[in-house]
């Protein structure tokens, strides 16, 4: 499951350290290239995992072939991150909601999520706030959905 507390911007900027190290970093490089504390560096190294950018060697963080990738044009990195997040959760299931009526709020993302036992905190009032954080740092920023401040909390783009 992605990380609640990575945005967009930190796994970009990790792939991006990593591209300018020759594709190989190793972590003391991240931490001071991305001026983050170990918690925050371990969540976007886990986050570039997830989504296939990066992954932990014996030499430390190397980007893969979809990471490289990644360090093209503005255009493709969006593009990347959008096709990717789209498979993962809570994203996929948005989508999915999304997909029937063409908006979904975060309640419903949240409901379905519960009933599929995906969950990012067990104090409901918690993982609602991560869910809805997730979505909005992640999915609006890679152009999956557009906030619609009237009725529907995410419309599909």
């Given at each position: 499951?992605?990380?609640?507390?990575?945005?967009?911007?930190?796994?970009?900027?990790?792939?991006?350290?990593?591209?300018?190290?020759?594709g190989?970093?190793?972590?003391?490089q991240?931490?001071r290239?991305?001026?983050?504390?170990?918690?925050?560096?371990?969540?976007a190294?886990?986050?570039?995992?997830i989504?296939?950018?990066?992954?932990?060697?014996?030499?430390?963080?190397?980007?893969?072939?979809?990471g490289s990738?990644l360090l093209?044009?503005?255009?493709n990195?969006?593009?990347?991150?959008?096709?990717?997040?789209?498979?993962?959760?809570?994203?996929r299931?948005?989508?999915?909601?999304a997909?029937?009526?063409g908006?979904v709020?975060?309640k419903?993302?949240?409901?379905a999520?519960d009933g599929?036992?995906?969950?990012?905190?067990?104090?409901?009032?918690?993982?609602?706030?991560i869910?809805n954080?997730?979505?909005?740092?992640?999915?609006?920023?890679?152009?999956?959905?557009k906030?619609?401040?009237?009725?529907?909390?995410?419309k599909?783009?």
């Amino acid at each position: 499951m992605m990380p609640a507390n990575v945005k967009p911007g930190q796994v970009l900027e990790l792939a991006e350290i990593v591209g300018g190290a020759g594709g190989t970093a190793d972590v003391r490089q991240l931490a001071r290239g991305l001026k983050a504390d170990l918690t925050v560096l371990l969540e976007a190294i886990q986050a570039a995992e997830i989504l296939g950018l990066a992954r932990a060697t014996s030499e430390g963080i190397k980007l893969t072939e979809a990471g490289s990738a990644l360090l093209g044009t503005h255009d493709n990195k969006v593009k990347t991150l959008r096709d990717t997040i789209a498979t993962l959760e809570p994203f996929r299931t948005a989508l999915e909601l999304a997909s029937r009526t063409g908006s979904v709020t975060s309640k419903e993302i949240v409901k379905a999520l519960d009933g599929k036992e995906v969950r990012w905190d067990y104090r409901h009032e918690e993982n609602d706030s991560i869910v809805n954080s997730l979505m909005i740092n992640w999915s609006i920023s890679v152009g999956l959905f557009k906030y619609e401040k009237s009725g529907a909390f995410l419309k599909l783009v």
